[in-house]
């Protein structure tokens, strides 16, 4: 594994070195205009701020609020830093590598008494490359690959809510979601013109190097309501090892003061977690959750304003709403098969 990580490393630092169309030196810490999220992305390589009207649930509602819905806050953090950026031989084909960082932070502003932390999650790894090739052919303007050859995201509840599910005499005082994967993208239609109309689709795929989406340690919780039963060396077999995405991205033409409308979307086919959080340990028998596969629908509606005559980072501002159903896409809760929410979203790309 550690020989395999270093190659790729290696591989990817020395591949732009090939370029003829653009100079080494030229490229280096150079933006790109392509290989960027799409806003319906859960986990974006910029920053989102929402403030959504979303499915409560007793694992997280550490004030005890009731009701089904309840007002929530989650931010994510996500930079792309450019490593190398050029043309290949000529303008027809392109090569961006580019390290991709991201962290969200879910929360409770609206629970006035401590305002706790619900979730966070970080995701890091090697640098990703996405090669372009320019067609101009009609609807066809361009098409790209990408690989991230290794990823890593790992989920962290708030203390707060893990001191309450201790209290509250929960089976699952805490679930160990960290996972290593790889991902590769196909896209048509690269928006590198970001101030002319657009429509992009982007298929991807995600595959895990080894294991499952989590563990569960043996002082955290009874592993043995997990599906399927693991053992302390191998807590959790996968079953589930990909996930599948598919997304649309439409952008307007761009009006004289820099404003244009973006209609952004994303079905998602990935696993629910096999276990039940809402477990006491008082309960006999002990409930268990199959896993298994569901879709998610995320969708963005908004206008962008692209700063005039730049077109680097934090060049472009969105406001608008989104809106989610699938299960939770944080953490943990992932097991929680029935989530919805919508609200006012604001990005800075």
Known sequence: MKRTTFFLFVLLSVLPVRAEGTPFGHGVF???????????????????????????????????????????????????????????????????????????L????????????????YRIGLPSVTFLHRLNRGFAKNYSV??????????????????????????????????????FAFTLNEAEDRFAENHCFRVGLMVLWH????????????????????????????????ELYLQYQYQ????????????????????????????????????RQDERRVFTYNIFVGARYNTPKYDGPFSRVALGIRAYHGNCPYGEFRSIGNYSQIGACMLFE
Not at 107 to 118: A, G, K, Q
Not at 213 to 219: E, G, L, P, S, T
Request: glycine letters at 8%.
């Open 211 to 242: 294991g499952g989406w989590f563990n569960i340690d043996q002082w955290d919780g009874d592993e043995s309501l997990a599906d399927p039963r693991g053992t302390r060396l191998v807590p959790y077999v996968q079953r589930n090892p990909w």
């Open 106 to 121: 879910w929360m409770d502003f609206f629970e006035w008494r401590t305002s706790p932390i619900v979730d966070t999650d």
């Open 30 to 104: 150079r933006y790109a205009q392509f290989g960027h999220s799409l806003y319906a992305d859960m986990h974006p390589n910029f920053v989102r701020m929402d403030i959504p009207y979303a499915t409560n649930h007793p694992t997280y509602d550490w004030g005890d609020n009731g009701g089904a819905y309840r007002w929530q806050t989650q931010g994510l953090f996500g930079v792309s830093l450019p490593l190398w950026t050029g043309n290949l031989v000529d303008s027809t084909y392109a090569l961006n590598v580019t390290l991709n960082l991201s962290a969200n």
């Open 146 to 183: 990408s690989w991230s050859p290794f990823k890593h995201e790992s989920t962290h509840l708030g203390d707060e809510l893990e001191v309450k599910h201790i209290e509250r005499g929960y089976v699952q005082k805490r679930v160990n979601v960290s996972y290593n994967y790889t991902e």
């Open 252 to 287: 307007s033409p761009t009006s004289k003061h820099g404003f244009q409308g973006i209609v952004s979307a994303e079905v998602r086919n990935r696993e629910c977690y096999g276990f039940d959080l809402t477990v006491l340990e008082t309960d006999n028998p002990k409930r």
